[in-house]
Nanobody, 116 residues
Framework: QVQLVESGGGWVQPGGSLRLSCAAS????????MSWYRQAPGKQRELVAH????????DYADSVKGRFTISRDNDKNTVSLEMNNLEPEDTTKYYC?????????WGQGTQVIVSS
C-alpha cells in the first residue's frame, strides 16, 4: 500500500532553516508528481510546492517563492522541502502528498514551529 512518512520538522527561530523529507513506498515513485501541503488549525490545506515526476518542473505558492525549494531523489524514493528564511507565518503542520490512480494519499504530517 502507498505510504508516505515525513520527517524533519521542529522548532526554529525566525530567519532560520529546516529541511523536511518524505519517504515514499508502495507505488512507482519516479512516475508520479509529488507535493508538499500545509494546514494551519481552522484553515484549508494549502499547496506549498509541487515537483513533477522526473523533477523537470516545480511550482510554489507565492508565499514561499524564493525561500522554499522542493527536490526529489528517484533512487531513494524521497521528496524534500528545503525551507529557508522561515517566518512565524510558516508555523503549521506540513504534509507530503501523492495522487495515485485518482486517489489522494497523505503522510501523517510533521510540525514546524517558527518562533523566537
Amino acid at each position: 500500500q502507498v505510504q508516505l512518512v515525513e520527517s524533519g520538522g521542529g522548532w526554529v527561530q525566525p530567519g532560520g532553516s529546516l529541511r523536511l523529507s518524505c519517504a515514499a513506498s508502495g507505488f512507482i515513485f519516479r512516475v508520479y508528481g509529488m507535493s508538499w501541503y500545509r494546514q494551519a488549525p481552522g484553515k484549508q490545506r494549502e499547496l506549498v510546492a509541487h515537483i513533477s515526476s522526473y523533477g523537470g518542473s516545480t511550482d510554489y505558492a507565492d508565499s514561499v517563492k524564493g525561500r522554499f525549494t522542493i527536490s526529489r531523489d528517484n533512487d531513494k524514493n524521497t521528496v524534500s522541502l528545503e525551507m529557508n528564511n522561515l517566518e512565524p507565518e510558516d508555523t503549521t503542520k506540513y504534509y507530503c502528498h501523492v495522487s495515485v490512480s485518482g486517489r489522494d494519499y497523505w503522510g501523517q504530517g510533521t510540525q514546524v514551529i517558527v518562533s523566537s
